[in-house]
């Protein structure tokens, strides 16, 4: 790990920039609701000084939990490591703090996932994502966590590709500007309609889905297609009308 430094307004001379890493575990609770989801805790599990170090502790974890309750283990959805600056304030672009510089996602047995080296500052933006790193498929069942709940989905559509991203900055003729939230999948939730939840946050479904879920995820889908291709109708009505 290499400190960068910054200039102190004071004059007082430059101080450190370090890199750390924050790793937490995403648990859920045991009672599964009746829409197929589970209620969500994070757990701070340690800070680190490297990725190396943040994988270390976090396998060391796993097998402990193992080796102590398979019932515990279970209740483990993934784990979470936030990359993160010391001595860093506002960013530039946005005059706000940037909450991270990157996240790293591992499935329950500690394998990482998916690495989204993006931050939400919009000071590393997201320039399409490597088809070999899109886990999932248009059609899979997956899971979605946030905002302290993990919600049972179907995908609808994946993550922009670095590929199309660079043809269509070429049809453009410039950047587009997107930042971390457009490295997102498009997902189906029963009873919510759809989400855009960033990949970092899907993981592969595990476990039993019932019927009544699946029902209530495909009704969501159908749903929109019926409201977007009633939208669509209008549009076309109105282009219509003003063409005559």
């Given amino acids: 790990m290499v400190p960068m430094e910054y200039e102190n307004t004071d004059g007082k001379g430059k101080h450190p ?11 859920k ?4 609701r009746s829409d197929g989801s589970y209620k969500a805790h994070e757990q701070e599990l340690g800070v680190f000084d490297s990725v190396e170090n943040a994988e270390a502790f976090m396998k060391l974890f796993i097998d402990k939990v193992k080796r102590y309750s398979e019932r515990w283990y279970f209740e ?7 990359e993160k600056t010391l ?8 005059e706000s703090v940037c909450e991270f510089e ?14 989204s080296p993006y931050d939400d500052a919009c000071e590393k933006p997201f ?14 069942l997956a899971w979605c966590w946030w905002c302290g709940e993990i ?37 189906y939730i029963g009873g919510y309609g759809h989400d855009h939840p960033t990949c970092w946050r899907c993981m592969p479904y595990y476990g039993k889905i019932s019927k009544r879920c699946l ?30």
Wanted: glycine share 6%.
């Fill in 17 to 27: 920039i370090m890199q750390v890493f924050e790793l937490k575990a995403i648990t």
């Fill in 29 to 32: 609770s045991s009672n599964k």
């Fill in 76 to 82: 483990y959805h993934c784990f979470v490591i936030y």
């Fill in 87 to 94: 001595n860093r304030g506002l960013s530039a672009k946005w």
């Fill in 102 to 115: 990157g996240v790293r996602s591992y499935l329950p047995d500690g394998t990482l996932y998916c690495d």
């Fill in 127 to 140: 320039r399409g994502r490597s088809a070999e790193t899109i886990k999932l498929k248009v059609g899979d």
């Fill in 151 to 187: 919600h049972p989905c179907l995908v609808a559509a994946l993550p922009m590709t670095d590929a199309y991203y660079q043809e269509c900055v070429q049809h453009c003729g410039e950047e587009l500007g997107l930042d971390y939230s457009d490295d997102s999948y498009t997902v």
């Fill in 215 to 244: 029902q209530r995820i495909y009704a969501s889908k159908r749903r929109e297609e019926t409201e977007n291709e009633k939208w669509r109708r209008e549009q076309e009505k109105m282009q219509t009308e003003q063409a005559e």
